[in-house]
């Protein structure tokens, strides 16, 4: 099954209104219209609504970060994805960041996910495990967890839609510099995104595993992206640090078209 290339990039709690219009300008400028891949720019609450009006939907699909569960209610200050269901195509959602700094619960990240469908929004849905949990070799039993409690509210054909994203929190650097810091390999990724098809397969059948897009995400740049993708059953990648500097991204997207083109190495 052919499955389009996706670009993320999680612009995180960064830049003001005038600065994310002008990074937005910049990668309108450098990246092109391609039929096969898809470039998804997850940005905050702050952004989403004015750089709706800017943003070149030939090119670009909008995120979010994160949104509560509930559609409506007394929780000031949230965000919801009813509210964000006419605005955004994706919603990152379990992000490692909100796991860890905000302590989210796999409790929280099921009815997150559910909720996503629920009001139309496709969840990016990222689980991976920590620093500590890698040493002690449970990456398998981490990532079966988040994902088998993530999707207990959802059907086949929701998982079907819906896109994972590996990424090893061990692994994840500022997305420039990597001197002295663990990496992960295109091996790795091979490794989990053939570990993940065959838990959703288990549990979802076989053209869940085969549809849902796997990608990768820790410390992604336009040198070692094209790796990742070319990898067996890695569609995409995720990128945080690096979808801040316009010509990395772009990059990052290039590499995409070559990957799907065989172009070069």
């Not at 400028?29 to 997850?42: G, M, P, S, T």
Request: glycine letters at 6%; hydrophobic letters at 40%.
């Amino acid at each position: 099954m052919k499955r389009k290339k996706l670009i993320v990039a999680n612009w995180k709690m960064n830049m003001n209104l005038q600065q994310a219009s002008i990074l937005l300008h910049r990668l309108q400028e450098r990246i092109q219209i391609h039929k096969d891949i898809e470039v998804v720019l997850a940005m905050s609450y702050l952004h989403l609504q004015p750089l709706s009006l800017q943003i070149d939907r030939r090119k670009f699909r909008q995120a979010a970060q994160n949104a509560y569960y509930d559609d409506h209610g007394p929780f000031t200050g949230e965000v919801s994805f009813s509210m964000l269901h006419d605005l955004v195509h994706y919603s990152l959602v379990g992000h490692s960041e909100r796991r860890v700094k905000f302590n989210e619960s796999l409790d929280d990240v099921r009815k997150k996910v559910a909720s996503a469908f629920r009001n139309g929004v496709t969840p990016i849905l990222c689980i991976g495990e920590q620093k500590d949990e890698h040493l002690r070799l449970e990456t398998k039993q981490v990532v079966h967890d988040q994902l088998s409690s993530a999707l207990l509210d959802v059907t086949p054909e929701e998982v079907a839609e819906m896109v994972i994203a590996y990424e090893p929190v061990w692994a994840i650097s500022n997305g420039n510099d990597y001197h002295g810091h663990d990496i992960a390999t295109p091996d790795d990724a091979k490794e989990m995104a053939t570990y993940i098809r065959h838990q959703i397969e288990s549990t979802f059948g076989k053209y869940a595993a085969n549809s849902v897009r796997i990608l990768y995400g820790a410390s992604v740049n336009s040198e070692n992206a094209r790796a990742f993708l070319d990898a067996d059953g890695i569609d995409g990648v995720l990128v945080g640090g690096a979808s801040l500097n316009y010509h990395e991204f772009s990059g990052i997207v290039n590499a995409a078209y070559r990957s799907l083109h065989g172009i070069g190495v």
